[in-house]
């Protein structure tokens, strides 16, 4: 799965990022729509961990889901 479809399959992917990130609200998963770099700055901004440190955590969880950057 590449980037374009993690954005279209976004809906069915909301509930697995938020197993995984549970600080992020139904708010953020909406302004997220599908983006990966929304998705990084929403979780460096819960989280409040270096954005290398956030990436790399969203690299290994898509390459879970079978997704590719």
Do not use: H
């Given at each position: ?62 390459k879970k ?5």
């Amino acid at each position: 799965m590449n980037a374009d479809t993690f954005k279209g399959n976004w809906k069915q992917l909301k509930g697995k990022v938020k197993e995984q990130w549970g600080k992020l609200t139904d708010d953020d998963l909406t302004q997220i729509d599908g983006k990966r770099e929304q998705l990084v700055g929403k979780l460096q901004a819960r989280y409040g961990d270096a954005k290398e440190d956030v990436e790399s955590k969203v690299d290994e969880w898509m390459k879970k889901q079978n997704i590719q950057a």
